[in-house]
C-alpha cells in the first residue's frame, strides 16, 4: 500500500472538517473525533457514492482510524497545525478549533453529511461510538473478521493493523463503479501533488 500524499486542498478540507466539529462538540476526544469522521465518510459514500475526504481508515482495536490523523492529534500537529490545539482538562486531552471554519472546500451535499452526522452521533460518547463501528456486519466488524483481527483484538494480543476499510462494499453496480472512479480521480490527484 502506497502512503498518501496530502494535497493543500486535502489538509484544508481535513482541517476544517476537524474545525466543524470541533466547534460544535464540547469536550471533544480524539477518539469520539476519529469515529465521527468515519461515519461522515460511510454516509457520504453511502447517500451520494462519492468519498467525504478519501482517506484511508484502518482497523485497530478501538475502532476505524485515520492513522495519519491520530498520530497528528497524538504528537504535536502537522497536517493539522493551525486547525487544531489539544486542551488538556481533568487529565484527558481535548480538540479545540484554532481558527475560523471555511467551507472553501465543503459541497451542499459535504455539509449535509457533517449535519446530519453531528446531529445523529454527536451527543454519544466515544465508547458509545466506538460500540455502533464494532457492531455484527459493520464496515470494521467485517474487515477485521475477513482478516482474523476479531479474536486478537478481543484477547488483547494487538491494537492496531494496516487493514483498510473499503467503503465501496456497501454499493453494487454502477453506485460501486461511481464511487470508486471518484476514489481514482482523488488518488491520482495525490500522487501528482495537484489540487
Not at 95 to 103: G, L, T, V, Y
Not at 128 to 152: C, F
Request: with cysteine; glycine share 6%; proline share 2%.
Amino acid at each position: 500500500m502506497q502512503k498518501l500524499k496530502y494535497t493543500d486542498s486535502d489538509k484544508q478540507k481535513l482541517g476544517n472538517a476537524i474545525v466543524y466539529i470541533a466547534a460544535r462538540i464540547k469536550d471533544l476526544s480524539k477518539t469520539k473525533l476519529l469515529k465521527l469522521l468515519f461515519f461522515m465518510e460511510e454516509y457520504s459514500v453511502c447517500r451520494f457514492h462519492t468519498p467525504f475526504l478519501g482517506l484511508q481508515y484502518e482497523v485497530w482495536q478501538a475502532g476505524p482510524v485515520i492513522k495519519d490523523v491520530f498520530i497528528d492529534l497524538s504528537e504535536m500537529p502537522v497536517l493539522l497545525e493551525g486547525y487544531v490545539e489539544k486542551v488538556n482538562k481533568d487529565g484527558n486531552t481535548y480538540i479545540k478549533p484554532a481558527k475560523e471554519f471555511s467551507d472553501d472546500e465543503f459541497s451542499d451535499n459535504d455539509m449535509l453529511v457533517m449535519d446530519e452526522i453531528l446531529a445523529k452521533y454527536g451527543n454519544k460518547t466515544a465508547t458509545e461510538l466506538v460500540k455502533i463501528t464494532h457492531k455484527k456486519g459493520s464496515l470494521w466488524y467485517n474487515t477485521a473478521q475477513r482478516n482474523d483481527l476479531l479474536e486478537a483484538f478481543e484477547q488483547k494480543q494487538i491494537n492496531n493493523s494496516d487493514c483498510v476499510i473499503d467503503f465501496g462494499e456497501e454499493l453494487s453496480g454502477c453506485n460501486r463503479k461511481f464511487y470508486e472512479e471518484q476514489l481514482d480521480f482523488l488518488q491520482t490527484v495525490r500522487q501528482y501533488g495537484k489540487r
